[in-house]
């Protein structure tokens, strides 16, 4: 069965300091990661997706995960915060056994301070 | 192309009544997947659908819910006889398939349910 697990429910960062948002996952294949991005009231903005490519994955807005598989993380960083940056961050996994649905984390919500 | 599109976008209803949500999918995207998230939680998923099928409805309640993805037409995602439970946001997500780069999902905006 396939699940993740968002180590930290609370991140606070000041601005232009790193971001790292820790990710977990399970999975009996091999899984197809995605990190989303959530502003409050709004819909999912998707970041960055793992599928079995490069194990380092850049996306949008300075974002970028790496894959490894021996400690089955997906963690999100990013070099310097920015007030905007503050949001809802889930890591998710695909289920192909499932017909792709998506399984989400529990979330991540970054603060990012002045 | 538009996006993945909602509609409602906010949906009030008072316990008892009938909740319809719209989703329309990108265009050429013939698989939707409907999610819910529940206040200060992830989302879950409830139904994949094809046209005119239902793949799979592992994740919806057993009762009063229902969802459907006709030949011509939104996918509807339908409540019935709401209760303060079912307050939520429902995401619609589609993808024009579910294998290698095809199987990315585009999320709509939303709509949030608030039942009195």
């Known amino acids: 069965a396939q699940s993740v697990t968002q180590l930290d429910s609370h991140v606070s960062v000041s601005e232009g300091t790193p971001v790292l948002l820790r990710c977990n996952y399970s999975s009996s294949y091999s899984p197809s990661l995605f990190w989303y991005v959530q502003h409050p009231n709004k819909g999912l903005q998707l970041l960055l997706k793992?599928?079995?490519?490069?194990?380092l994955v850049k996306g949008i807005n300075g974002f970028e995960a790496e894959f490894k598989k021996s400690e089955t993380s997906f963690h999100l960083t990013k070099p310097s915060a920015h007030m905007s940056d503050a949001a809802e961050y889930f890591c998710?996994?695909?289920?192909?056994?499932?017909?792709?649905?998506?399984?989400f984390g529990a979330g991540t919500r970054l603060a990012v301070h002045p | 192309n538009a996006g993945v599109m909602q509609n409602p976008r906010h949906l009030v209803r008072r316990r008892g009544q009938e909740a319809r949500l719209r989703c329309s999918p990108m265009?050429?995207?013939?698989?939707v997947y409907w999610y819910r998230q529940l206040p200060e939680e992830g989302l879950k998923f409830m139904v994949y659908l094809q046209k005119e099928n239902i793949i799979d409805e592992s994740g919806m309640p057993k009762e009063r819910f229902s969802a459907e993805f006709p030949k011509e037409g939104p996918s509807i995602l339908r409540i019935q006889q709401v209760v303060r439970g079912d307050s939520a946001a429902y995401f619609c997500?589609?993808?024009?398939?579910?294998?290698?780069?095809?199987?990315?999902?585009?999320f709509g905006p939303g709509t949030r349910l608030t039942v009195l």
């Open positions: 793992y599928t079995s490519a490069a194990t």
């Open positions: 265009k050429g995207h013939s698989h």
């Open positions: 998710v996994v695909s289920d192909p056994g499932g017909y792709n649905k998506l399984i």
């Open positions: 997500a589609s993808s024009p398939g579910t294998s290698g780069n095809r199987n990315e999902q585009f």
